[in-house]
């Protein structure tokens, strides 16, 4: 049974670009959540998709958008990239009886230059 | 809103010996949930163990337990007979609805 997936593992930018972050849920999730952890920090929540919808937000710019697609597996995406969004980016799915519990993917390591 | 914070930066212990790490929330909630995370150096979130507000009972997992005072907003994780691969940052978390909150972390050193 796959566990989260996340793809790339690792990614170098410069300021300005536009990044793209996959996630493939665990088997059986329906429900994926994208958080931010910077170096040395606790991650910070993004946003979670529900039903191919954004369902709840953290307090992210515009900048930060993201889709889910019909197979549940979800992007985020980044536009305009400051230094600041550096950064390891963690996807976590869960299902929808038990959507409290969130199980992470192995994150994808951004750094922008 | 919803703050965690854990005062403990760093802690180590002595493999097979028992470890607290401590976790304080801020929260106006009745209902909501409250999660301890595992992160090895390679770099993957690992649940540990999870409590449901409404529930008295603390949650157990193998050697990890918690002790949780809804009163005083209290939520610490006991680890029992301490492995080297426990070494690890520990981060405590809430959540209500769907945002979940983190603490700062606690990094454990368990020593041989």
């Known amino acids: 049974d796959a566990g989260v997936t996340q793809s790339p593992t690792h990614l170098i930018k410069t300021r300005g670009q536009q990044v793209t972050l996959r996630c493939s849920p665990k088997?059986?999730?329906?429900?994926v959540s994208w958080y931010q952890q910077a170096l040395g920090q606790g991650p910070q929540f993004i946003f979670q998709?529900?039903?191919?919808?954004?369902?709840q937000r953290g307090n992210f710019p515009d900048r930060f958008s993201g889709h889910q697609f019909p197979n549940y597996s979800s992007e985020l995406n980044v536009n305009a990239l400051l230094l600041g969004d550096s950064a390891l980016y963690l996807c976590?799915?869960?299902?929808?009886?038990?959507?409290?519990?969130?199980?992470f993917g192995p994150g994808t390591r951004l750094l922008v230059l | 809103a919803q703050t965690v914070t854990q005062s403990q930066p760093e802690m180590s212990v002595q493999e097979a010996e028992t470890v607290t790490l401590s976790c304080t929330y801020d929260?106006?909630?009745?209902?909501?949930?409250l999660f301890w995370y595992k992160q090895p150096p390679s770099r993957q979130m690992i649940l540990v163990i999870r409590?449901?507000?409404?529930?008295?009972q603390n949650a157990t997992e193998n050697r990890f337990s918690v002790n949780f005072q809804k009163a005083a907003k209290s939520f610490s994780l006991k680890i029992s007979d301490s492995q080297l691969g426990d070494t690890a940052m520990y981060f405590c978390?809430?959540?209500?609805?769907?945002?979940?909150?983190f603490g700062a972390g606690t990094r454990l050193t368990v020593k041989p």
């Open positions: 976590a799915s869960s299902s929808g009886s038990h959507r409290e519990t969130q199980y």
């Open positions: 088997s059986g999730h329906d429900t």
């Open positions: 998709y529900y039903e191919e919808e954004e369902r």
């Open positions: 929260t106006s909630e009745n209902n909501y949930y």
């Open positions: 409590q449901e507000a409404y529930k008295q």
């Open positions: 978390a809430f959540m209500k609805r769907s945002d979940m909150r």
